[in-house]
Each structure stands twice: as structure tokens, then as C-alpha cells.
């Protein structure tokens, strides 16, 4: 038996305690209720039975008095108004009798000795009352008073004698229902007594066991998670006590294992992660250095390389002036190849000078309205735009955090980049728009030139890469590698987006400004107008045609075609001018 309670979870074993106290409780609660049922009915009896029987014994008493106090006056006297008293005596005696043998139902010992008061009533009342009346009103008072004899008076006392039994009996009912009313009361303290010790005892037997099941154990677990969580994570963790705590104790312990095996896990990768940050500092190091190098080899490709490149540029050039003609015509070419090489060496130089100097020489971010970006790329692309008859259109532009130099010489590139790879015959049509998407400003370059094959998506974006001849289409091709160093540099993406029907769409985001993001997702871009600007070549179509816009792509994100963003007969100097 011992073994099979052993056994019991601490569920089992508090319900088990409960279900056996409750079964108690239950039964007191029954017995105090039959008890207290019983005693309600005992102190009903003295209440509307004995008491009310008490006190109606004395009024038949009184009433017998009456009657005979009544005969004796009357036999006196000889007056008929004297036998008043005998008559109401005579009523309230029948009314007394007939509502205590109401109460005598339970009382069979008073209902005898009421039958008794009633007969020697009538017999007092057939031998003396009734003969003194008679013999009063026919023969006069002295024949009435010879009638009250001392046996007529013995009669009447017999009869006080059974009506003074008849009150004793009453009142041994009311003692004997008194006496169980104290004994039932008595017994009721009792059970509630004993119902208080059975909750005492079963809340101290609750309290010990839970003492000894739960308190014990639970302290013991904490005191070894103590040690656990102080560092000591090789201490095992044993727990006694109910099933339901051994297995906490081995889930506990399971968890120990696991932290332990993690932390051992988390001290060698913190190993590695220190091995490979003392690797870092030291590339970090290697790298500082490699910048001022940088810094060195731009300070001296600005001057030191320049500066007999443009000996030998103005010298070629100043071959190329003298002797034109003077020479024959191999040397004339080799001049010329001369002073070509020379000049496309100045502008290579320039252009990787540009290239190194975003993101190092910054003025700080501010914000930057690209509707007045735009206004000067179309001041810087004038030229181009009208040797090449080009029309430039934008839409409502945002406005963003960033620098403006580099903003405007961005799109400055690839407007001119647009105007670069045009088709043959086909006047240049190039269209700027922005939209919200994912919360970043997607800005799109699309024209209607050349086009790009997917296969050379990506590569339009590396420094110096060309996907055709210079003589075809001059420039270094370093201009999107410029665009995409610049987008970059700004937090967002550039792509060539080679989805669309006709040339060339290249796009980029840009980060929407805190402040803007809330009031922009809340517009639909779809419903707000299109405003846009037409830049025409020509100043009477500007004036009376309204611009042929690209329609805006609604996905993709990508870019232009060509290798190159330099155009055509732009300064190669100023950042903010495109730059070949």
C-alpha cells in the first residue's frame, strides 16, 4: 500500500485528501441539519404548545372560579343578575377546553388529566351548581345556602386539586421539552465542533503535506537553479518529491544541458569571432593605409600625371597646327593619333579622379527638391539634347535627403547617356518619373534609343566597361559606374529594367524621407496627375506642342544601355556636369 501511495502525483494526492474531507464535512452537515431540525421542532412545542397550554390551564381555572364564586353569590343573594358570571364562566370553560385539546396531539398524559378536570367539572356542576340554582330560584335563598355544605365545597376543591394536576402535568411537558431543546442545542455545538477540528486537522495535514511535497522539493530546485544560474552549469539537477516535480527537475536539468551546450557552442564562436576581428583590425588597418595611398595616387594623378600630359597634349597639338600639311600624310595621321591618345588620357584621368571622389569629399546630406534637379540637368544637357534633337519630360518629382551635386550629375548621366545610344534617324525622346514602392522612391530613366540585351545588364554598370567602339559612340564608360556609386552612396539600388518594348528604362531608389513616408502611402500614386515638362529642341515646338512623355513602367527596376554616361561635348572637370 505504501509503494502504490508512493506513487500517487501530487494531484492524486490533494484530491484524494480533498474528496475524504469533503465527505465529512458533508456528513456533519447532515447530522447538524437533522439535529437543527429536530431542535426547531422542540422549541416550536414549548413555544406554541406547552407555553400556550400553560397559560390556558390557568384561564379554565379561572373560569371554574368564576362559576363557582357565581352559584355561591346567587344562593346569597337570590338575584338572577349574580348567575352573570356563572354563564361567561361556563362559555369561556367550553372555549378553553375546545383549544387545548387542539394542542394535545403530541401530549396523550395532559389530554388525560384534561378529560379527568372535565369530568369531576360536570359532576361538580349536576350535584352542587345546578341543584343551588334550582333549589334558589324556586324555594328562596335559604334553601340554596343549605345546599352549600362543606361536601359542595370538597367537591369544588377536588376539582381545583385535578385542575392544579392537569397544570403540573403541563408544565412536566414544557421541562421535558426544554430539556431537549438543550440537549439537541448541546449536541449541535458539538458537530459544529467537531466539523471545526475536521478543517483544522485537514488543513494542517494539507499544509504539512504540501510542506513536505511541494515546499521542500520546490526549495531544493531552487537552491540548485541558484547554482546553475551562478555559472556552476555542470551541476546536475536531482529533485525528490511528487512525480510531477522529478519530472520538472528532469526537464530543468535537460535545460541545463542544453544552455550548457549552447554557452560551450557560444564560447567558440566568440573565440572565432575574436580570431576573425583581430583579422579585421588588421585589414582594417591594411585599409587605412591602402586610402591614403588612394588619396596619394589621386593628389598625384591631378597634378603630377597632368601635368606632363598636358606638355605632351599642347605639344601635339601645337605639331598638329604647325606642320599640318607640311608633312606627308602618315605623319599627319600619327600626329593626330597623337593628340587624340593624349586627350582621351586626360579624360580618363579626370573621369577616375570623379569616380574616387564620391562619398570622401561630401558637403552633408540636406534636402533635395529633384524637380529643381531636373531643371539644371536640362540647362546642362541643352547643348546635347539640341545637336541630337531630343525632347527631356519629367513628372512631379520628390523631394529626398541628399546631396545635390551628386543627385544632379546622377541623373545628368543618364539623360545624357539616353541622348548618347539613340537610333539612327530617330530623335531622342527620354522620360524621368518617380513612383513609391516598398518605401523607397523608384526613379525611372526610359527613352527610345538603342536598347540593351539582357545578357549585358550588369555589366554597363563596371568602371571603363564598353559594349561598343569609341568611335561609334565616344566617352570612357565610366558613366553609370559613376550613377551606380552615386545611388549607392545614397542608400539605395540602381538596374537596367529589360522588360520594356522599346529602349531602354535603367531605374533606382532612393530612400523616402521620414516625414514624406506616412502622407505618401496614404496618396495613391496612381491618381495623382502627371505634371510634367517638355524640353524640346527646337523653342517653337516647346511653345505650341505638348511633350510626348514615355509612359511610366509600373514594375522593374533598371537601367540604360550604354557603357558610357559621358555626353557629347561636356566639361570633364566638374562633377556636377556629365562627365566624357
Avoid at 529589360?498 to 530612400?511: N, Q, S, Y
Wanted: glycine share 8%; with cysteine; net charge negative.
Amino acid at each position: 500500500m505504501k509503494s502504490m501511495v508512493g506513487g500517487w502525483n501530487l494531484r492524486r494526492r490533494v484530491m484524494t485528501m480533498l474528496v475524504v474531507v469533503g465527505l465529512l464535512l458533508i456528513g456533519l452537515a447532515g447530522a447538524e441539519a437533522a439535529v437543527a431540525a429536530r431542535n426547531r421542532t422542540q422549541i416550536d412545542a414549548i413555544l406554541n404548545k406547552t407555553a400556550p397550554l400553560r397559560v390556558q390551564s390557568q384561564e379554565l381555572l379561572n373560569a371554574l372560579l368564576d362559576q363557582e364564586t357565581a352559584v355561591r353569590g346567587y344562593a346569597v343573594s337570590g338575584d338572577p343578575a349574580d348567575l352573570g358570571p356563572y354563564q361567561v364562566g361556563l362559555d369561556q370553560e367550553r372555549d378553553t377546553i375546545a383549544s387545548m385539546q387542539m394542542l394535545l396531539h403530541d401530549y396523550p398524559q395532559i389530554g388525560q388529566e384534561l378529560r379527568i378536570v372535565e369530568e369531576r367539572t360536570e359532576q361538580w356542576r349536576r350535584s352542587v351548581a345546578e341543584p343551588v340554582i334550582t333549589a334558589t330560584k324556586e324555594r328562596g335563598t335559604r334553601a340554596g345556602q343549605e345546599l352549600v355544605t362543606d361536601g359542595a365545597r370538597q367537591q369544588f376543591d377536588e376539582l381545583r386539586a385535578a385542575v392544579g394536576d392537569l397544570q403540573e402535568e403541563i408544565l412536566s411537558a414544557r421541562e421535558q421539552s426544554a430539556g431537549d431543546v438543550r440537549r439537541s442545542s448541546n449536541l449541535l455545538v458539538v458537530l459544529l465542533i467537531v466539523a471545526a477540528l475536521v478543517v483544522v486537522v485537514a488543513g494542517s495535514a494539507l499544509l504539512l503535506s504540501l510542506d513536505r511535497m511541494v515546499i521542500r522539493p520546490l526549495i531544493g530546485l531552487a537552491a540548485q537553479v541558484r547554482e546553475v544560474a551562478d555559472g556552476d552549469y555542470q551541476h546536475r539537477i536531482a529533485t525528490t518529491g511528487p512525480p510531477e516535480f522529478v519530472r520538472l527537475g528532469e526537464d530543468v536539468d535537460a535545460m541545463r544541458q542544453k544552455i550548457a551546450a549552447d554557452l560551450a557552442e557560444v564560447r567558440e564562436a566568440r573565440e572565432r569571432i575574436e580570431w576573425v576581428n583581430t583579422q579585421l583590425q588588421k585589414q582594417a588597418e591594411e585599409l587605412t593605409r591602402s586610402n591614403r595611398d588612394l588619396e596619394q595616387f589621386a593628389y598625384v594623378a591631378s597634378h603630377d600625371l597632368q601635368e606632363p600630359l598636358r606638355k605632351v597634349a599642347s605639344f601635339c597639338q601645337l605639331l598638329q597646327r604647325r606642320y599640318s600639311g607640311q608633312l606627308d600624310e602618315r605623319a599627319d595621321q600619327y600626329i593626330a593619333f597623337a593628340v587624340d591618345g593624349a586627350q582621351r588620357m586626360q579624360r580618363l584621368i579626370n573621369d577616375l579622379l570623379a569616380f574616387s571622389r564620391i562619398g570622401r569629399l561630401t558637403t552633408g546630406f540636406v534636402d533635395v527638391d529633384l524637380n529643381k534637379v531636373m531643371g539644371d540637368v536640362a540647362g546642362q544637357t541643352e547643348a546635347a539634347r539640341q545637336y541630337a534633337d531630343a525632347e527631356l519630360t519629367w513628372t512631379e518629382m520628390p523631394v529626398i535627403r541628399g546631396e545635390e551635386p551628386l543627385l544632379t550629375n546622377l541623373l545628368a548621366n543618364l539623360v545624357s547617356n539616353s541622348i548618347k545610344f539613340r537610333r539612327p534617324d530617330v530623335p531622342p525622346k527620354v522620360h524621368i518619373s518617380s513612383r513609391l514602392v516598398d518605401g523607397e522612391w523608384e526613379i525611372t530613366c526610359q527613352d527610345n534609343g538603342i536598347g540593351i540585351e539582357p545578357e549585358f545588364a550588369d555589366k554597363i554598370f563596371v568602371i571603363f566597361q564598353r559594349l561598343h567602339s569609341k568611335d561609334a559612340y565616344p566617352g570612357t564608360g565610366i558613366g553609370l559606374a559613376i550613377v551606380k556609386k552615386i545611388v549607392e552612396y545614397h542608400g539605395g539600388r540602381v538596374w537596367v529594367d529589360t522588360d520594356v518594348p522599346e529602349g531602354t528604362a535603367i531605374r533606382f531608389t532612393l530612400p523616402v524621407r521620414p516625414e514624406d513616408l506616412e502622407a505618401t502611402v496614404a496618396a495613391d500614386p496612381a491618381e495623382q496627375p502627371e505634371q510634367s515638362e517638355s524640353i524640346a529642341t527646337d523653342e517653337t515646338k516647346a511653345a505650341d506642342e505638348s511633350p510626348d512623355a514615355l509612359p511610366e513602367q509600373s514594375a522593374g527596376s533598371d537601367r540604360k544601355d550604354g557603357a558610357d554616361g559621358s555626353p557629347e561635348g561636356g566639361r570633364t572637370g566638374d562633377m556636377r556636369e556629365t562627365v566624357g
